[in-house]
């Protein structure tokens, strides 16, 4: 009797009242048998399958539960389980009807399940949001059955699971009580499947330059299913392996999806036996062989001929296109107009289902309608329909790469159309996958490279303590040299700095603008981008020995001096090559996975030394760290107030998608562009007003800024405004850090304001409110507390150190009474009473 077994888990997220004020069941799943009761894994057998049930469940004390009944026919994969790998015959091409215990798992964290089936065919069967406070019904996001994934191999289309849906003549809804399952007998089909705890993929230290001490890798399961082409297939992608990995985390409706494929074993087995060096084609792309003057030497590369000979070509595959996720969604989890009939979503634009991926360039997010029940006029056809794959190739040659790895398509489930909960929820996707992008240094780019102007700077910061100097564009400062005198200098001043507390790091343009007539100099014709008319591009191609060489320089510099921090301008910016001769791809199909795959890579050796990086692109998830916030460089060449304004607004709307500190923004000290004396900032004693709201409005944002020339202060009373900002930054530190709630935009008609809030911490809002007027304002301004985490009253502390304590209003809110003097600044600090 199914209805007799019993898995309590909590529908809620944060708790589920249990004995009294009660027993917190978050992400662990608890099972309750007679008088005891133990995590899931640790007293269940791993063939014991389990059946959950779908309501909320409240236990007064364990000894009401039933006991635990044996099931047979589902499993429930915790994200808190051990390792487990399970296998399993195909199935035969049938059709049969649904039946919600036979044969199903399902991943599923508390707040986010994802349902499989293994009859007729492997493939997702359900994706449900689970209740919540906030969302108290569990909701399906799916309409319909699609693929796990679509792969093209050699033009040769086939889709991966296999499994389909019958029995009705639409797609607008997924009638579980009489959908019939069918079998694709061409796809490729299940073989096993296994899971682990998910890897980290980037290196990092925990807390490193004071982030939060979050975990990493992330908790949670990974789910690991293998596949195998059809018996129809040619025989050489027979001899392919293909994976789809799915990994959920702890504590949020979060869901990474990713797509594997290599030759099997005996393929690759025969084909390192062809090769001349099989030793050296095992070797990764960014092991670095140092040699000769410049310290650099071409690198072995392992292609189809170095592996199988003069058969390389019938035995090669090439991958296409790959398809990573498709999703047949009901039309509140798309973006509005995604799906069909001009009927908009009452979900806000961007639908409750966030969809996103891990790589900078070439991969698509596509919402659109599903045309497969076009022709029925009556059918509700065209309901939306996600699917990301890549812009261009990939193209990757199997036999060239020891295993082909997609990109990751992320997917957060929102419970809510409201804009900023959205916001909040779409951040944690890049706090818990790459939580380096939380460190925080205040840093001062220096605009001369000279050891004596190096030193004096260093001095100034260490007096008002600010973290990191940095060796800017233009400082005549010189990354790609092996110069043993040049490097022992560097590494001189380097040392110096350290012992006063400072990391010092560099700025390099690395790939954009090196190519033929690039501004930042020419690599060498060998190595730059070849467009499709055969002529030279601007960039070099960051798929040829130029990556290698560029790799060797940096990681030679770090070694050698203590370098701690690379500004890498111009990292690879999507472009493809149409070159043949290049050592890490084989021509213009896979030139963009290939330079993005080498990009990723030369990032994460930066991260395995704990070097932090400034880039100005979105390489966050392989390593890096900061880029441009807010702003277009030549707003840095506006007359300074204007600057500052325009500058605020940015950070204002950026941070609604991207973290405080994942972005950097500029104070040009000295002119920058060609603004001229309107627009620099010396002398600073001068201009000393807006150089206090460029320091206040940037660490008030916990935004770090490029404070950039020769000094620091010039008068003890510049040297005193910089100090009291610093203190103010690092006195409140991580809740600067954390994430904003936006008041009032900038408009410089009135004031603005934006709350910082974790209710994590003591200090659990900090209010950074501007008055950009010539006016003196009077007014109430209310402050949102929601998301502080209190309830009921706040202590409130103001930037004069008075405190109060307020009580909350039915919206979680409080009402600051304000009198701001003109081009002033306020702030309030909120804690618990």
């Known amino acids: 009797d199914l209805s007799a077994a019993v898995t309590s888990l909590s529908r809620h997220g944060a708790s589920t009242a249990c004995a009294g004020e009660g027993m917190r069941l978050q992400t662990a799943l608890v099972i309750f048998t007679g008088l005891s009761y133990a995590s899931l894994g640790a007293e269940l057998p791993a063939d014991w399958l389990v059946e959950t049930i779908s309501t909320p469940t409240t236990l007064s004390e364990p000894t009401q539960a039933p006991k635990l009944v044996k099931v047979m026919r589902m499993l429930i994969l915790r994200t808190d389980l ?52 906030v969302s108290p019904l569990a909701t399906s996001v799916l309409r319909d059955i699609a693929p796990e994934a679509v792969v093209t191999l050699d033009g040769t289309t086939y889709s991966v699971g296999g499994l389909g849906l019958g029995g009705q003549n639409h797609s607008a809804y997924y009638n579980r009580s009489s959908a019939a399952l069918t079998a694709d007998p061409d796809a490729f089909t299940y073989v096993r499947h296994s899971t682990s705890a998910p890897v980290a993929p980037v290196p990092w230290t925990r807390g490193a330059r004071h982030a939060p001490n979050v975990s990493w890798p992330p908790k949670g399961l990974h789910l690991e299913v293998e596949f195998e082409a059809p018996q129809s297939a040619p025989e050489e992608h027979q001899r392919v392996s293909l994976s789809v990995h799915y990994e959920m985390y702890q504590g949020v409706p979060l869901l990474s999806k990713w797509v594997s494929m290599s030759m099997s074993t005996a393929a690759l087995q025969e084909g390192e036996a062809a090769a001349q060096a099989g030793a050296e084609s095992k070797m990764t792309p960014l092991q670095i062989l140092r040699s000769g003057s410049t310290g650099w030497t071409a690198k072995p590369t392992t292609s189809a001929k170095a592996r199988f000979g003069a058969d390389a070509k019938d035995k090669d595959v090439v991958v296409t296109s790959v398809v990573v996720e498709m999703l047949e969604v009901n039309a509140p989890f798309a973006p509005a107009n995604a799906g069909s009939s001009g009927a908009l979503s009452p979900a806000a634009a961007q639908g409750r289902l966030h969809v996103e991926t891990d790589q900078a360039h070439s991969t698509l997010v596509n919402w659109g309608r ?56 779409q951040k944690q996707i890049v706090r818990r996958l790459a939580p380096w992008t939380s460190e925080n240094p205040i840093f001062f780019h220096i605009a001369d490279a000279s050891s004596s102007a ?86 070099a191609c960051f798929a040829s020995g130029w990556a290698d060489k560029m790799t060797d320089y940096a990681l030679n510099f770090i070694d050698v001096t203590g370098l701690s921090m690379l500004e890498t301008d111009g990292p690879y910016g999507g472009a493809e090559c149409s070159s043949t001769n290049h050592s890490h791809h084989v021509g213009f199909e896979d030139s963009v996975y290939m330079q993005t795959q080498m990009t990723g890579r030369f ?17 966050f998830y392989q390593g890096g760290q900061k880029t441009g916030m807010g702003y277009s460089e030549d707003q840095y060449s506006l007359p300074r107030w204007e600057d500052l304004s325009v500058s605020r607004q940015g950070m204002f709307d950026d941070t609604y998608y991207r973290t405080p500190t994942q972005g950097w923004m500029f104070v040009p000290l000295v002119d920058y562009h060609g603004g001229g ?21 940037y660490l008030g944002y916990g935004t770090a800024a490029c404070y950039r020339g020769t000094r620091l202060y010039d008068t003890d009373e510049t040297k005193a405004v910089v100090k009291k900002w610093v203190d103010f930054y690092k006195a409140h530190r991580q809740i600067l850090i954390s994430d904003i709630v936006h ?62 304590t307020m009580n909350l209003g039915r919206g979680y809110d409080v009402d600051l009474q304000l009198t701001m003097e003109p081009m002033s600044i306020e702030w309030f600090v909120f804690e618990r009473t």
């Open 454 to 539: 190096v030193r004096a700077a260093v001095d100034q910061m260490a007096e008002v303590g600010m973290d990191m100097l940095i060796y800017s564009f233009g400082s005549d400062f010189v990354l790609e040299t092996d110069d043993p005198d040049y490097l022992a200098a560097i590494a001189s001043d380097i040392a110096y700095a350290n012992a006063k507390g400072i990391e010092v790091g560099g700025y390099d343009l690395i790939c954009e603008e090196r190519g033929n007539g690039g501004y930042g100099g020419n690599v060498g014709n060998q190595w730059d981008t070849v467009n499709e008319d055969g002529t030279f591009g601007l960039d």
């Open 743 to 804: 008041v009032r935009r900038p408009d410089m008609q009135g004031i603005d304001a934006v709350l910082h809030v974790n209710p994590q911490l003591s200090e659990v809002g900090l209010a950074m409110v501007f008055n950009p007027t010539q006016e003196r304002v009077e007014e109430v301004l209310r402050m949102p507390l929601y998301y502080t985490g209190l309830t009921d009253a706040a202590k409130v502390t103001n930037s004069e150190g008075n405190t109060t």
């Open 370 to 425: 599903d045309e497969h029940w076009a022709d029925e006029t009556d059918a509700g056809a065209n309901e939306p329909r996600l699917n990301t794959t890549y812009e261009v190739g990939p193209g990757v040659h199997l036999a060239s790469v020891d295993e082909f790895t997609s990109f990751r398509t992320f997917e957060l489930l929102v419970e809510t159309e409201e804009m900023e909960r959205q916001s909040l929820a």
């Open 82 to 133: 051990p390792p487990t790998r399970h296998s399993q015959s195909r199935h035969p091409s049938t059709s049969r009807q649904f039946d919600s215990t036979d044969g199903l798992v399902s991943l599923s964290n508390a707040l986010l399940t994802r349902t499989f089936t293994f009859s007729p065919a492997f493939g997702t069967v359900d994706l449900v949001g689970e209740a919540t406070a």
């Open 603 to 619: 990032y994460t050796d930066l991260r395995s030394k704990n070097v932090f990086i400034n880039q100005p692109d979105n390489y």
């Open 677 to 697: 004396d309107a627009a620099a900032f010396e002398p600073l004693s001068e201009h000393l007003q807006e150089y206090e709201w460029a320091l206040a409005q």
